[in-house]
Each structure stands twice: as structure tokens, then as C-alpha cells.
């Protein structure tokens, strides 16, 4: 069903399906997890390392997962799962259960879990993990448009360790 290439092999622009497509980031395991969507996030090398960023605000229940494991997996999905990203990015995992009222299936034969539903899946280890502050915010302006809540993202870091795409 999936199979695994390099993360150069990837064809379609990684940019584009954060940006414009959206994805999910899910951490946890068989027990409890969670995902989320994500837009804002960006790919490249750091540390010699194949690596991810994604931007999640602090108050997201999400936290509470990468807080907790190493691992999380970034997955993008066919344009029909619109409707399930914008339900996963409205919706907190701690006030519903996002897997049954989406039927996503979840996948654990990685080191964080995935979606059987997925195109596209990054499996990433935690390296850092970093916090916008106001004061590393040179543009004021995005603080008055991203910000007002005063709910500057965490910032986590990832190394691609595996990519998976669906045959």
C-alpha cells in the first residue's frame, strides 16, 4: 500500500501541499494520539539532516502529543480529503474524537501514527524545539495580524526519517 522512497524522490512540490493543500501532523500512538492540520510548516536541510519545521500554537491539544513522543508524521492526503483537513484544523481533539467523526484509519507500523488515507507521509523525529517571542518579531505587523492573542507558535523540528507514498 505504501512504499518507501527518499525524501528527494518526492515529485510534488512540498510547498504547495503545505501552503495550498494543507496536511496533518498526528502524533501519539495506539493508546492516544492526535493530529492536527497544518499549513504553516517548511522543508529543507538543517544539521546535515533531511528536516521539517511546523508551527503549532501552544494552547493546541496537539501539544500535548509532541510534548510527550519523539516521533510525528507530517501526511498529505488527495484533494477529495479537504473536508476531513479543514474538520481536523476546526475541531479540537480534546473536545471530539477526529479519527471516528472523519474515519480516518490509522496506521502504526511507524514510530508515530499515520493515515491509511494519506498520499504522501513523512515519518520525523523530534530534534528541537523552539518558541517565537515578540521581540524576535521584526516585522511589528505580524504580531498585530498573526498574534493578537498574544499565542506565539512553537516551533518543532523534525528529521525526515522515512517517506512513505501510497502505490
Not at 536541510?45 to 533531511?50: C, P, Q, S, V, Y
Not at 496537539?62 to 477529495?80: C, I
Request: glycine share 4%; charged share 30%; net charge negative.
Amino acid at each position: 500500500m505504501f512504499k518507501e522512497i527518499s525524501f528527494t524522490d518526492v515529485k510534488e512540490n512540498v510547498v504547495d501541499l503545505l501552503k495550498n493543500q494543507w496536511g496533518l501532523v498526528t502524533a501519539g500512538d495506539e493508546n492516544a494520539l492526535n493530529t492536527m492540520t497544518v499549513s504553516w510548516g517548511a522543508v529543507g536541510e538543517l544539521w546535515a539532516k533531511d528536516m521539517v519545521t511546523i508551527y503549532i500554537r501552544p494552547q493546541r491539544y496537539t501539544v500535548k502529543f509532541l510534548e510527550e513522543k519523539d516521533y510525528f508524521t507530517l501526511s498529505f492526503y488527495p484533494k477529495e480529503c479537504k473536508q476531513i483537513l479543514s474538520f481536523c484544523g476546526t475541531k479540537s481533539g480534546s473536545d471530539v474524537d477526529k479519527i471516528k467523526e472523519t474515519d480516518l484509519t490509522p496506521v502504526f507500523d511507524e514510530n508515530a501514527p499515520y493515515f491509511k488515507q494519506a498520499k504522501l507521509v513523512l515519518v520525523c523525529k523530534k530534534t528541537a524545539k523552539g518558541e517565537f517571542k515578540p521581540e524576535q518579531i521584526i516585522d511589528k505587523t505580524i504580531i498585530d495580524t498573526q498574534y493578537p492573542a498574544n499565542d506565539f507558535h512553537y516551533i518543532y523540528y523534525g528529521a525526515v526519517e522515512k517517506v512513505l507514498i501510497k502505490e
